[in-house]
């Protein structure tokens, strides 16, 4: 005999889904009185979905009429909801009224003053909340629906409004609650959406009226419509919000600021800059030189946010808070960065908060009249300018966080995207351009001591000799070079390598950084092994003494060659294109490796690269490559200095030089 079709059952793909209509006419939740429930009863066997599936209807019956019973029982009635309502218009009225003298005792409020666009905003906010609920603001079609005739600045600042304030369902909660403990009511889950449904409509009449100036002698026949859901609608006078007051209107969607919080909106850019790093990046100083000691960031990055601080500083008026901060300040910052020199921040001087744009720029145009500047230094490129903005972003989102209300400055529209190729981002060097820069005296032979750059019959093995060598056939970072000990070269399998780690002298840049790379066979040739073996001989641990900064200084080791050698090396290098660095050399490398058909995973694991791009088989599971397949992949790096002599007897700089940097004179 045929078996009867199974009730509320339905299949999607193999599983079978329960599926009902319920009809709530007399509550009304939607037009079509209709919900509509499915479940998936996780099988693909008929026999036991259709016994899941009338259990399931027999209990969504039950459920169906004891939520009836509750409402009876636990819901409000209609002189409950009256009162609700009526307290609630009272209560909004007198916050917008006090919010709206706020502004205009401001004097920047009210110099963009917008009274009508902003309390039609909170109208608009409450009526939307009201008609669709609390599951529904923080998503962009809700202010599409219901902001429609606001533009599109507006749309985005509520938007923004309503994604920093997560926590407004619970308010509304815990107001609802209030309410009706005032109303005598009994407050549970039946009752509570309800008094929340009608304090939003309540704050949506209050705006309207306080925007149109109504009075509030018709209260009671208000409340009497709020018990059936009577939908107000009134004709909104939509239009663009002043951007700096409206960031305060967030006030009345916000709990008051405690001590803490009141202390960081106080804070000026600069100071809240280092609380963001010392929340970020400090605090665990006890772990330092640990086995649990934390990887941080380099010391570029830390500079790079305090730098942010200090030009959006120059760009505000003196003293003005970070809380403060609005999207014309942002807009002025951003003018000024075509303005400005490239050089800022080279100077001292420009790090004074005395010193002001107009200040720099004036000494810039100066340098370019006496020919220390070129025009086209003006003005920062687009890499430089990209980077203060994501950094600012990182400051504003942590300052959101610590201070609740305030809206998002929002930045994207300044960053601009990348239209070069990201291989392309910085030039190669050309084998030709190699050639050129060890054709210089460093390497053919030099006047002498006094005079490293000036043609003579001397060759002196030091820094200068070997950084740029290393930095040519190894591809590594210039400040993996400068830090070297000299323990950080040895001999395994007879492979000769160099070991990237980090070290008492410096960290390296990240965990994928940490790698061996044996050495190039020019290396060898031009006498790399036989300087580690004469320093070791005069009692030396460090590869470039020379290269060490003072101690009273925090400069990189990598920096003090960039600024006593590249710098005066850079004008010899035929066809330099700006950014064309040191840097330019690991680009070299790996342009060499990949066009040898060497694949990204092994090209990773000589430049200190990270796998994670490539899977979890390459960044968790995969050895590094054996330094004798390494070996044959670094000799495939462009032999530039095949016109070198073989280096026999190694002339090392004289004791009393080989020392640190001595510290700067003022």
């Known amino acids: ?89 009272r209560s909004y009225r007198n916050e917008l009224v006090h919010l709206e003298a706020a502004w205009k005792a401001h004097p920047a409020w009210s ?161 809240f800059a280092e609380e963001f790093i010392k929340e970020k990046f400090g605090g665990l100083e006890q772990r330092e030189g640990s086995k649990r000691q934390r990887e941080i960031v380099q010391d570029s990055t830390l500079r790079d946010i305090r730098w942010v601080a200090v030009l959006l500083e120059k760009a505000m008026p003196t003293g003005t808070p970070f809380s403060e901060v609005t999207i014309e300040h942002v807009t002025e910052l951003d003018r000024w960065f075509d303005l400005i020199p490239t050089t800022i921040g080279k100077s001292p001087k420009d790090r004074d908060p005395e010193t002001t744009f107009e200040m720099i720029r004036e000494r810039a145009l100066e340098r370019i009249e006496n020919g220390e500047l070129s025009a086209d230094q003006i003005g920062l490129g687009t890499n430089t300018s990209n980077k203060h903005w994501q950094n600012f972003a990182r400051l504003h989102k942590h300052l959101r966080s610590v201070v609740p209300g305030l809206l998002e400055v929002c930045v994207a529209k300044f960053i601009t995207p990348e239209t070069k190729d990201e291989r392309e981002a910085r030039d190669a060097y050309t084998k030709e351009q190699g050639e050129a820069i060890f054709s210089l005296p460093p390497w053919t032979g030099c006047a002498g001591l006094s005079n490293r750059l000036k043609a003579g019959s001397e060759i002196i093995h030091d820094a200068l000799f070997f950084i740029l060598l290393l930095v040519w056939y190894t591809g590594a970072r210039r400040e993996e070079i400068c830090k070297l000990k000299l323990d950080d070269i040895t001999v395994d399998n007879d492979v000769p390598y160099i070991f990237i780690r980090p070290t008492d002298t410096g960290r390296i840049k990240c965990k994928s950084s940490k790698r061996k790379i044996p050495l190039h066979s020019e290396l060898l040739r031009l006498g790399l092994l036989k300087y580690v073996e004469a320093m070791k001989h005069t009692g030396e641990t460090l590869f470039f003494p020379e290269m060490y900064p003072s101690g009273k200084t925090k400069r990189k080791i990598g920096d003090v060659f960039y600024k006593i050698w590249w710098i005066y090396l850079r004008p010899f290098v035929p066809d330099l294109k700006r950014g064309q660095a040191m840097h330019a050399a690991r680009h070299t490398v790996s342009d060499a490796l990949k066009q040898a058909g060497i694949d990204l995973e092994a090209r990773n694991d000589v430049l200190g690269h990270s796998q994670k791009a490539l899977g979890e088989g390459a960044s968790t599971y995969s050895e590094p490559v054996a330094l004798k397949n390494m070996k044959a992949m670094v000799e495939e790096i462009p032999k530039v200095t095949g016109h070198l002599d073989d280096v026999v007897t190694i002339n090392l700089l004289p004791k009393e030089l080989r020392v640190a940097r001595p510290a700067r004179t003022r």
């Open 1 to 89: 005999m045929p078996r009867s079709p199974a009730q509320n059952l339905k299949r999607r793909g193999a599983v079978y889904w329960w599926r009902r209509k319920i009809s709530l006419t007399r509550l009304g939740f939607s037009d079509s009185r209709l919900i509509s429930l499915e479940f998936s009863l996780f099988t693909k066997e008929l026999d036991t979905a259709r016994g899941r599936a009338a259990a399931m209807t027999a209990y969504s019956e039950r459920l169906r009429m004891s939520f009836r019973d509750n409402v009876a029982k636990f819901g409000l009635d209609e002189q409950a909801i009256s009162t609700i309502f009526l307290e609630e218009v």
């Open 111 to 271: 110099s963009v003053s917008n009274r009508d666009a902003d309390l039609a905003m909170f109208q608009a906010l409450w009526k939307g909340i009201a008609d669709e609920g609390l599951g529904v603001p923080r998503d962009w079609d809700f202010v599409e629906k219901h902001f429609a005739e606001f533009d599109d600045e507006m749309q985005c600042r509520v938007r923004d409004l309503l994604r920093e304030h997560r926590d407004l369902p619970e308010s509304l909660r815990l107001t609802a609650q209030a309410r009706l403990e005032q109303a005598g009511a009994p407050s549970n889950s039946i009752s509570i959406p309800v008094a929340i449904d009608a304090i939003a409509r309540a704050r949506a009449e209050a705006a309207r009226r306080v925007k149109d100036n109504v009075d509030f002698d018709d209260l009671a026949k208000l409340a009497s419509l709020a018990t059936s859901f009577a939908k107000a609608v009134m004709p909104q006078e939509a239009g663009p919000c002043a951007a700096s007051r409206f960031s305060n209107a967030s006030s009345l969607l916000a709990a008051p600021l405690n001590a803490e919080q009141q202390r960081c909106a106080a804070m000026t850019p600069r100071e």
